[in-house]
């Protein structure tokens, strides 16, 4: 383990920079709890890809096979994570995935799907 | 959200692939969890920078300030995810940092870093 890293993604670092103190490793790990959860990965997977970027509840229902207030509950973990924007207009809420927060993890998904596929 | 994204590391795909599938989303919220705990991202942050790319339990109990048991138990699910592996050496057990597993979580916790400092 102290070779160094052939890594396959040039620009990514593939460490750690450092040991983490407690107060560098408390908000990481609150991010990944708020994904520890295979339905709150689908949701941020199902808003991204809708035409327009962003979705409410009764967009979601159907996909997930789930009932709104279930759908309801993910969705407010995600927006308190800060991975989630939340948008008022008229009697519905509109979620759209933060970008910054999201993009984070794209290299590590693409690579779990490759894997997978 | 619908427009295409100006990412700021050229080779880290910051978007999913598609929809996730239930299949696709419980091994990567499994992975997720493991990381979803700050003593466990300290210590695969401590285990990553030993001179030697590994380290036993009685290295890790000072820099962490827990008790063996502790440490071992949180060891134990890092390995169970798949991010450590455990090799027993007379009476220790030594542990490794996984390194394509933690590889995909290289970017992201550089940008976290950075974003801290």
Chains 1, 2 share one sequence.
Do not use: N
């Not at 994904?35 to 949701?43: Q, T, Y």
């Not at 991204?48 to 759908?71: F, I, K, M, N, W």
């Not at 993890?105 to 799907?113: A, I, K, Y």
């Amino acid at each position: 383990m102290s070779t160094s890293t052939p890594a396959d993604s040039a620009c990514c670092l593939p460490t750690f920079q450092g040991p983490l103190t407690t107060e560098e490793a408390e908000p990481l790990a609150a991010v990944f709890k708020a994904v520890a959860d295979p339905v709150r990965l689908r949701l941020l997977s199902l808003i991204e890809h809708t035409e327009d970027g962003e979705a409410c509840v009764c967009d979601l229902t159907a996909p997930l096979g789930l009932s709104q207030p279930t759908v309801s509950h993910h969705l407010k973990i995600l927006v308190e994570a800060g991975l989630l924007t939340r948008t008022q207009r008229g009697r519905w809420a509109y979620f759209a995935v933060q970008r910054p927060a999201l993009d984070e993890f794209g290299s590590l998904l693409r690579r779990r799907r490759e894997t997978a596929a």
